[in-house]
């Protein structure tokens, strides 16, 4: 069974960089599938950072675009995000998932998810 | 791009069935038949229970079933169960720049 487990720091300060990691169990970073980040506001809904697959090759919401960047470290079995210039606005719940390779059932779909990480943008 | 647009709250009882609507448009539901519904217990990671629009992952309850008509997409609960309360989200692939929409979420309670 896969899982998915988000770490970082709960509490960042307005203008600096949040900071996540996702630590892959129970199957391979490696195997064609891909890997997003969502987040979920208080009190709001989902919202669709970006992904990367096995070989690094990134897609973003064009929203978060010019501030986002999504890596990934195969050797480690997880893939992080960094989004810079955060302000209060970007206070969520982040959550970490997996969608099937382009060959997969189910491929416009997120399979496995983490069971989120809140942040908070906060001096 | 906006969200896709589901009610805020849905309520019934034991055994009833109940219909959870997903609006979007001619860029994401409306072109696509890739219309996914995740079910989340809060604190807990989101589960997909359709994809495609109808489909059902394998161990997800066939009282869980999905459609899709014109910039509509559906998610219909029978045999309504008390670990049914949960949100529900909606999530379309759109047709701008290549990314995925959600939707902002339904609250289910079950009398």
Same mark, same amino acid.
């Given at each position: 069974?896969?899982?998915?487990?988000?770490?970082?720091?709960?509490?960042?300060?307005?203008?600096?960089?949040?900071?996540?990691?996702?630590?892959?169990?129970?199957?391979?970073?490696?195997?064609?599938?891909?890997?997003?980040?969502?987040?979920?506001?208080?009190?709001?809904?989902?919202?669709?950072?970006?992904?990367?697959?096995?070989?690094?090759?990134?897609?973003?919401?064009?929203?978060?675009?010019?501030?986002?960047?999504?890596?990934?470290?195969?050797?480690?079995?997880?893939?992080?995000?960094?989004?810079?210039?955060?302000?209060?606005?970007?206070?969520?719940?982040?959550?970490?998932?997996?969608?099937?390779?382009?060959?997969?059932?189910?491929?416009?779909?997120?399979?496995?998810?983490?069971?989120?990480?809140?942040?908070?943008?906060?001096? | 791009?906006?969200?896709?647009?589901?009610?805020? &709250?849905?309520?019934? #009882?034991?055994?009833? =069935?109940?219909?959870?609507?997903?609006?979007?448009? !001619? /860029?994401?539901?409306?072109?696509?038949?890739?219309?996914?519904?995740?079910?989340?217990?809060?604190?807990?990671?989101?589960?997909?229970?359709?994809?495609?629009?109808?489909?059902?992952?394998?161990?997800? &309850?066939?009282?869980? #079933?999905?459609?899709? =008509?014109?910039?509509?997409?559906?998610?219909?609960? !029978? /045999?309504?169960?008390?670990?049914?309360?949960?949100?529900?989200?909606?999530?379309?692939?759109?047709?701008?720049?290549?990314?995925?929409?959600?939707?902002?979420?339904?609250?289910?309670?079950?009398?």
């Amino acid at each position: 069974q896969v899982q998915l487990q988000e770490s970082g720091p709960g509490l960042v300060k307005p203008s600096g960089t949040l900071s996540l990691t996702c630590a892959v169990s129970g199957g391979s970073i490696s195997s064609g599938n891909y890997w997003s980040w969502v987040r979920q506001p208080p009190g709001k809904g989902l919202e669709w950072i970006g992904e990367i697959n096995h070989r690094g090759s990134t897609n973003y919401n064009p929203s978060l675009k010019s501030r986002v960047t999504i890596s990934i470290d195969n050797s480690k079995n997880q893939f992080s995000l960094n989004l810079n210039s955060v302000t209060a606005a970007d206070t969520a719940v982040y959550y970490c998932a997996r969608r099937p390779p382009y060959d997969g059932v189910g491929y416009y779909s997120f399979d496995y998810w983490g069971q989120g990480s809140l942040v908070t943008v906060s001096s | 791009q906006s969200a896709l647009t589901q009610p805020a &709250s849905v309520s019934g #009882s034991p055994g009833q =069935s109940i219909t959870l609507s997903c609006s979007g448009t !001619s /860029g994401d539901v409306g072109m696509y038949h890739y219309v996914s519904w995740y079910q989340h217990h809060p604190g807990k990671a989101p589960k997909l229970i359709i994809f495609d629009v109808s489909n059902r992952p394998s161990g997800v &309850s066939d009282r869980f #079933s999905g459609a899709k =008509s014109g910039y509509t997409a559906s998610l219909t609960i !029978s /045999g309504l169960q008390a670990d049914d309360e949960a949100d529900y989200y909606c999530c379309s692939y759109t047709s701008s720049s290549a990314h995925w929409l959600f939707g902002g979420g339904t609250k289910l309670t079950v009398l």
